[in-house]
C-alpha cells in the first residue's frame, strides 16, 4: 500500500484556503447586492469643528474662532531660579577623583560639583554657599565658597 504524497496538515491548509476563497466570493457578492456603488459623494467624509468624522457637511457660520497665541506648541521652560546664590552643605567629597555633591539646605537636592568650582580646602561636612548651572545631566554646582 502506498501513502498519499499530501500530508494531513497539507490538506488541512488547503480547505482553509479554500474556504477564504469562498469567504471573500461571498463578501464580494453581498457588496455588489447591496447597490453601493462606490460614489464619490458616499466616500467624503466632513470634520466638524470638535474633530468628529461626520457624513454631513458641517455649517460654515458654527466654527469658533481660535487665537493662535493661545496654543501651546511646546512645553514650557522651566522658571529661572529667584535667588542664583543657595546654602549647602557638602555630602560627598572624592579628593582622588577631584568631584562631589552638595545637599542643598532649602530643598533638599543634590548637585554634582567639581573640584575646579570650589575652594582648594573643601571638606565632607562643610557649610557652602554656591550658584547652580546647566551641566550635561543635569544641574552642576559652581563658585562653591565657604559660608
Excluded: C, W
Amino acid at each position: 500500500m502506498g501513502r498519499s504524497s499530501i500530508s494531513f496538515n497539507k490538506k488541512e491548509l488547503e480547505k482553509k484556503r479554500a474556504q477564504k476563497r469562498k469567504e471573500k466570493q461571498k463578501r464580494k457578492e453581498e457588496r455588489k447586492a447591496s447597490g453601493s456603488n462606490g460614489s464619490l459623494d458616499e466616500m467624503i467624509a466632513y470634520v466638524d469643528e470638535n474633530g468628529v468624522i461626520t457624513t454631513e457637511m458641517p455649517e460654515p457660520g458654527k466654527k469658533q474662532e481660535i487665537n493662535v497665541e493661545n496654543i501651546a506648541v511646546s512645553t514650557p521652560k522651566k522658571e529661572e531660579i529667584d535667588d542664583p546664590i543657595l546654602k549647602g552643605r557638602v555630602e560627598h567629597f572624592n579628593k582622588d577623583k577631584g568631584y562631589g555633591f552638595i545637599k542643598d539646605l532649602s530643598s533638599t537636592e543634590k548637585y554634582f560639583f567639581h573640584i575646579n568650582d570650589a575652594f582648594p580646602n573643601i571638606a565632607e561636612g562643610a557649610i557652602v554657599n554656591f550658584e547652580l548651572a546647566r551641566g550635561n545631566r543635569g544641574l552642576n554646582a559652581i563658585k562653591i565658597e565657604p559660608a
